[in-house]
Nanobody
């Protein structure tokens, strides 16, 4: 079992920056994917970004809405994934969730509790 805990959310002005962290504990895997999702009130959960890793390296992917503004990274030593969010917009306001899956999984198996990000005008 993998436990994920998000942190770093808060209130920030439009144009500001925020860095979210997702700390993983429990079982770890040598390869897999961790991603960030977000959900605003009244809206469906949407994909934000993901990072996949294996013995050969890692790769990242971003939703078009956040590409060039957000950066996902992973600290292997701390078993933590980060989401650096720059140039934040009010429409980025949502609860941000961290998720993880193994390479053999078709969907994300593990989810954090979420952290609130509020971007004011």
């Amino acid at each position: 079992q993998v436990q994920l805990v998000e942190s770093g959310g808060g209130l920030v002005q439009a144009g500001g920056s925020l860095r979210l962290s997702c700390a993983a504990s429990g079982r770890t895997f040598s390869s897999g994917t961790m991603g960030w999702f977000r959900q605003a009130p009244g809206k469906e959960r949407e994909f934000v970004s993901r990072i996949s890793w294996s013995g050969s390296g890692s790769s990242t992917y971003y939703a078009d809405s956040v590409k060039s503004r957000f950066t996902i990274s992973r600290d292997n030593a701390k078993n933590t994934v980060y989401l650096q969010m720059n140039s934040l917009k009010p429409e980025d306001t949502a609860v941000y969730y961290c998720a993880a899956k193994k390479v053999g999984s078709t969907s994300y198996e593990y989810w954090g509790q979420g952290t609130q990000v509020t971007v004011s005008s």
